[in-house]
């Protein structure tokens, strides 16, 4: 299966995912209601407008519409550049429009303020600057320049030049704060977007890496007994062939062979065992698994169990499902960990009658102060960020967050925190405490544990795989 293109949630590929129809089908609705609107301030308000002038502006934005419907198929999507002008006509056909009409003391100039929220959501920052900067020139050569609103007997509607300052303020005002909270909004949806897409990602493959196991170890179980009919006949004849030379080395070559399959069998068969038996598992040995991508790091891991030292799996250790959630979670902590511990690394497992608990530690500098609190979320650095404890690293806070998410779906809570410095110099390493960074995970241990009874329930007949 092939892996997800990472590029199709780009910042690249956002700018193109507005599509003309929609643009299309909401200047339609605007060509509705400036008709409308013109239509009740000549005939119900009796404003004097040059509705010849008015009705060419529109018919110029129908014009558009038309153009565009009958060009372009229903599904084209526009590019940033094209997405900017048409946003760009929009801006400057109502600016028209007011101009003819009132300008700032037409209420409707509130609309000016649509073009650059959209931007705001859908472009990139240039073009959002850029629609901002036209929609204020706008408003302010409005407010320069402002075209008399006159009645049909000749009266004349101007506010008080403090008001029109007023809405003046007002406008560029919420130009500038709409802009930038539509945009911090958007890009932050669109962030834990990409965050959960990469998350999404990353579970599949532990998925398909932990279905791949089973599949192996079936195969190593199902191949067993042919191997070892084959190596039992070759022994055989290599008895009975002794004064065969030629057949002798034949034999003993197949037999040779055999072994060499039970063997590649046996060390394949190692990281897994028959699908049913992978469902349940001692929470040290999910733990152990988790740390085995990082034994050969040049960092020494040191898992502790109750407070034990070297304390494998038995009878004793808690059982739980075993989920590739809870897997590559903590994988990723561990990973976090070595990457920045200066020699040494502390897995600890703990459990009560309520709770089951793992700290992850190390001895490495901690978390930034200034990060802390928000280790977990996705990007919390900018790309293209270097930690020089960590060269060629490019730190987004990214896997935490993978952690973090993958962890939480399977019921745990998760805090970040920093150690202290103890001063343990007479200590043995193996019992000594994190002093950086540490990772505590909780589950409530209800919601976790598996029975006994339950792991030692049949296993049923061996399953059938399609290959």
Partial sequence: ??????????????????????????????????????????????????????????????????????????????????????????????????ALTGGLMNPFAVLLLTPVVMAATALNLRATILLGLVAASIISALLVYPPPMTLLDGSVLQAPPI???????????????????????????????????????????EQRLTALTGVVAAAAHELG?????IKMVSTELVDELGDQPELLEDVKLIREQANRCRDILHEMGRTGKD?????????????????????????????????????????????VARQSEIIHGLRNLIQNAVDFAAGTVWVDINWDKAHLKVHVGDDGPGYPAHLIGRIGDPFVRKRGYVDPNRPGYEGMGLGLFIAKTLLERTG??????????????????????????IVEVVWERATLEVSLAQARAPLGENQHFGY
């Fill in 1 to 98: 299966m092939a892996e997800p293109n990472p590029n199709i949630l780009s910042h690249e590929a956002r700018f193109s995912w507005v599509r003309l129809r929609t643009l299309v089908m909401l200047r339609w609705m605007t060509i509705a209601g400036q008709s409308a609107a013109l239509w009740v301030a000549v005939e119900w308000v009796k404003v004097d407008i040059r509705v010849d002038l008015a009705a060419t502006i529109i018919g110029i934005a129908v014009a558009f519409n038309i153009v565009a419907t009958v060009v372009f198929p229903e599904n084209r999507r526009l590019s940033e550049r094209a997405a900017l002008l048409t946003l760009l006509f929009d801006l400057v056909q109502l600016a028209a429009l007011l």
């Fill in 163 to 205: 008001l029109a300052y007023g809405f003046w303020v007002a406008l560029i005002t919420s130009v500038g704060f709409l802009a930038v909270y539509s945009r911090k909004i958007m890009v932050e949806i669109f962030s834990m977007s990409q965050a959960l897409a990469a998350t999404q990602t990353a579970l599949g493959r």
């Fill in 225 to 229: 007994t042919p191997l070892a009919t």
């Fill in 275 to 319: 699908d049913a038996l992978m469902q349940i598992a001692p929470i040290s040995a999910l733990v152990l698994e988790a740390m085995e991508p990082h034994q050969d790091r040049g960092k020494r891991i040191i898992p502790r169990i109750n407070g034990r030292i070297n304390d494998g799996p038995g009878a004793d250790h808690m059982l």
């Fill in 412 to 437: 745990a809570q998760l805090t970040f925190a920093n150690g202290s410095e103890w001063d343990e110099s007479d200590v043995p390493v193996e019992k000594a405490r994190p002093t950086g960074a």
